[in-house]
């Protein structure tokens, strides 16, 4: 039953990612956030026993064939585990920078799995056999969620 082990796994990354996304608006790079940052990391890194930047490189165990789009990335992590999962989170000043992302994953052979939207940020699906990517975005931000897709 590879769908409930999907699940489970969203269930653990997609809040860390909403949460993070939410908590990096603003973000301004002085003594205060930087205190901000370092406690809402050891407070992510306590939750889901992984490893969490707020801004700064991709996780080393980033898959390769997961393309990620220019920008600045404000968080990046996983859940301890690679194969439980990643969440990066970047800023971008391309004009689209989730179009930007979805042409990077379909050029990289991923395919369009499902798609969820909303008023003001959608989210779609892919997969390339391999991993699924859960991609979400507004006018400057774009999210990555990255899971193991089910075998």
Same mark, same amino acid.
């Given at each position: 039953m590879p769908e409930p082990r999907i699940r489970g796994r969203a269930a653990a990354l997609l809040p860390l990612a909403a949460l993070t996304a939410a908590l990096l608006a603003g973000c301004a790079g002085?003594? *205060?956030?930087d205190l901000v940052d370092r406690t809402v990391e050891d407070a992510v890194e306590g939750a889901t026993g992984g490893d969490v930047e707020l801004s700064g490189d991709l996780p080393a165990d980033f898959p390769e064939? *997961?393309?990620v789009i220019d920008g600045t990335i404000e968080l990046a992590g996983g859940t301890g585990s690679s194969a439980e999962g990643w969440v990066v989170v970047l800023s971008s000043p391309s004009s689209d920078p989730l179009a930007?992302?979805?042409?990077?994953?379909?050029?990289?052979g991923f395919t369009?799995?499902?798609?969820?939207s909303g008023e003001s940020a959608g989210g779609s699906v892919?997969?390339?056999?391999e991993y699924l990517v859960v991609l979400a975005g507004d006018e400057t931000t774009v999210t990555y969620t990255v899971m193991p897709a089910p075998r």
């Open positions: 002085n003594p *205060v956030q064939s *997961v393309p930007d992302a979805t042409t990077a994953l379909t050029g990289a369009q799995d499902a798609t969820l892919y997969t390339d056999g």
